[in-house]
Protein backbone atom coordinates (compact mmCIF):
# COMPACT_ATOMS: atom_id res chain seq x y z
CA UNK A 1 0.00 0.00 0.00
CA UNK A 2 2.88 2.61 1.05
CA UNK A 3 4.20 1.59 -2.41
CA UNK A 4 1.32 3.21 -4.03
CA UNK A 5 1.15 6.08 -2.18
CA UNK A 6 4.76 6.63 -3.13
CA UNK A 7 4.72 6.33 -6.78
CA UNK A 8 0.95 8.19 -6.89
CA UNK A 9 2.98 11.14 -4.88
CA UNK A 10 5.68 10.60 -7.90
CA UNK A 11 3.50 10.87 -10.92
CA UNK A 12 2.26 13.85 -9.04
CA UNK A 13 5.88 15.60 -9.03
CA UNK A 14 6.74 14.20 -12.11
CA UNK A 15 2.91 15.98 -14.09
CA UNK A 16 3.13 19.66 -12.13
CA UNK A 17 7.32 19.68 -12.85
CA UNK A 18 6.04 19.16 -17.18
CA UNK A 19 3.23 21.44 -16.65
CA UNK A 20 5.49 23.78 -15.27
CA UNK A 21 7.21 23.72 -17.89
CA UNK A 22 4.68 23.06 -20.30
CA UNK A 23 3.45 26.67 -19.40
CA UNK A 24 6.47 28.31 -19.45
CA UNK A 25 6.50 27.64 -23.75
CA UNK A 26 2.98 28.29 -23.94
CA UNK A 27 3.60 31.90 -22.75
CA UNK A 28 6.89 32.46 -24.17
CA UNK A 29 5.20 31.60 -28.12
CA UNK A 30 2.32 33.45 -27.30
CA UNK A 31 4.51 36.58 -26.02
CA UNK A 32 8.30 35.85 -27.47
CA UNK A 33 8.48 33.90 -30.37
CA UNK A 34 7.61 36.53 -32.60
CA UNK A 35 10.78 38.51 -32.09
CA UNK A 36 12.86 35.73 -30.52
CA UNK A 37 12.19 32.66 -32.87
CA UNK A 38 11.64 29.26 -31.56
CA UNK A 39 15.19 28.76 -30.44
CA UNK A 40 15.97 32.32 -29.21
CA UNK A 41 17.49 32.71 -32.45
CA UNK A 42 15.41 35.99 -33.97
CA UNK A 43 16.69 38.06 -36.70
CA UNK A 44 16.72 40.99 -35.07
CA UNK A 45 18.59 40.09 -31.82
CA UNK A 46 20.66 36.50 -31.43
CA UNK A 47 20.20 35.00 -27.60
CA UNK A 48 21.52 31.91 -28.63
CA UNK A 49 24.68 32.68 -28.00
CA UNK A 50 24.24 34.81 -24.51
CA UNK A 51 26.46 34.48 -21.96
CA UNK A 52 24.46 37.13 -19.82
CA UNK A 53 21.51 34.94 -19.68
CA UNK A 54 22.96 32.54 -17.83
CA UNK A 55 25.76 35.30 -15.59
CA UNK A 56 23.07 37.29 -14.62
CA UNK A 57 20.55 36.79 -12.33
CA UNK A 58 16.99 35.50 -13.23
CA UNK A 59 15.57 38.63 -11.10
CA UNK A 60 17.82 40.81 -12.89
CA UNK A 61 16.82 39.36 -16.31
CA UNK A 62 13.17 39.67 -15.55
CA UNK A 63 13.41 43.70 -14.40
CA UNK A 64 14.75 44.25 -17.42
CA UNK A 65 12.19 42.52 -19.60
CA UNK A 66 9.41 43.81 -17.36
CA UNK A 67 11.31 47.45 -18.45
CA UNK A 68 11.65 46.68 -22.05
CA UNK A 69 14.85 46.65 -23.77
CA UNK A 70 16.42 49.29 -26.22
CA UNK A 71 20.08 49.08 -27.93
CA UNK A 72 21.14 50.67 -30.08
CA UNK A 73 22.55 47.93 -32.09
CA UNK A 74 19.27 46.93 -33.04
CA UNK A 75 17.00 48.11 -35.23
CA UNK A 76 14.01 47.31 -33.18
CA UNK A 77 13.58 47.86 -29.70
CA UNK A 78 11.56 45.45 -27.25
CA UNK A 79 8.51 46.93 -25.60
CA UNK A 80 8.00 46.21 -21.86
CA UNK A 81 6.94 42.10 -21.36
CA UNK A 82 7.46 42.25 -24.54
CA UNK A 83 3.89 44.27 -25.54
CA UNK A 84 1.82 42.02 -22.97
CA UNK A 85 1.40 44.07 -19.24
CA UNK A 86 -0.78 41.00 -18.38
CA UNK A 87 1.99 38.97 -17.64
CA UNK A 88 2.68 38.56 -13.82
CA UNK A 89 6.36 38.26 -12.27
CA UNK A 90 6.11 34.75 -11.56
CA UNK A 91 4.92 34.01 -15.46
CA UNK A 92 8.10 36.18 -16.76
CA UNK A 93 9.95 34.10 -14.56
CA UNK A 94 8.69 30.18 -16.09
CA UNK A 95 9.27 32.43 -19.51
CA UNK A 96 12.74 33.01 -18.63
CA UNK A 97 13.43 29.73 -17.83
CA UNK A 98 12.17 28.04 -20.82
CA UNK A 99 14.23 30.55 -22.80
CA UNK A 100 17.60 29.73 -20.92
CA UNK A 101 16.29 25.79 -21.48
CA UNK A 102 16.15 26.47 -25.19
CA UNK A 103 19.13 28.23 -25.54
CA UNK A 104 21.31 26.02 -23.69
CA UNK A 105 20.45 23.17 -25.51
CA UNK A 106 20.89 25.19 -29.35
CA UNK A 107 24.43 25.76 -28.19
CA UNK A 108 25.32 22.33 -27.19
CA UNK A 109 24.27 21.15 -30.60
C1 LIG B 1 9.10 43.34 -30.48
C2 LIG B 1 10.08 42.30 -30.45
C3 LIG B 1 10.37 41.61 -29.13
C4 LIG B 1 9.49 40.88 -28.35
C5 LIG B 1 8.01 40.61 -28.59
C6 LIG B 1 10.27 40.37 -27.24
N1 LIG B 1 11.57 40.77 -27.34
FE1 LIG B 1 13.09 40.33 -26.05
N2 LIG B 1 14.36 41.52 -27.12
C7 LIG B 1 14.04 42.23 -28.26
C8 LIG B 1 15.18 43.06 -28.65
C9 LIG B 1 15.25 43.99 -29.86
C10 LIG B 1 16.19 42.81 -27.69
C11 LIG B 1 17.59 43.43 -27.62
C12 LIG B 1 18.48 42.70 -28.51
C13 LIG B 1 19.93 42.92 -28.29
O1 LIG B 1 20.37 43.10 -27.14
O2 LIG B 1 20.65 42.87 -29.29
C14 LIG B 1 15.66 41.81 -26.76
C15 LIG B 1 16.38 41.27 -25.72
C16 LIG B 1 15.90 40.30 -24.84
C17 LIG B 1 16.70 39.67 -23.79
C18 LIG B 1 18.18 39.90 -23.51
C19 LIG B 1 18.36 40.77 -22.33
C20 LIG B 1 19.79 41.02 -22.00
O3 LIG B 1 20.01 41.59 -20.94
O4 LIG B 1 20.70 40.68 -22.78
C21 LIG B 1 15.87 38.80 -23.15
C22 LIG B 1 16.22 37.89 -21.96
C23 LIG B 1 14.57 38.91 -23.77
N3 LIG B 1 14.63 39.83 -24.81
C24 LIG B 1 13.46 38.18 -23.38
C25 LIG B 1 12.20 38.34 -23.94
C26 LIG B 1 11.02 37.69 -23.41
C27 LIG B 1 11.00 36.76 -22.22
C28 LIG B 1 9.97 38.08 -24.21
C29 LIG B 1 8.51 37.70 -24.05
C30 LIG B 1 7.87 38.05 -22.81
C31 LIG B 1 10.51 38.97 -25.22
N4 LIG B 1 11.86 39.11 -25.02
C32 LIG B 1 9.75 39.57 -26.23
C33 LIG B 1 12.83 42.18 -28.94
C34 LIG B 1 11.68 41.55 -28.48
Redesign the pocket.
Known sequence: MEKIFTIIIFIGIALSVLAESLSGKK??QQ??????ADDGS?A????SE?K??FS?SES??VE??KKG???N???????P????PD?ADGE?LK??KY?KNIVQRVNLL
Open positions: LYNCMVCHGMSDLRRLVQLRIIQVSSPISMSKGGNLLILL
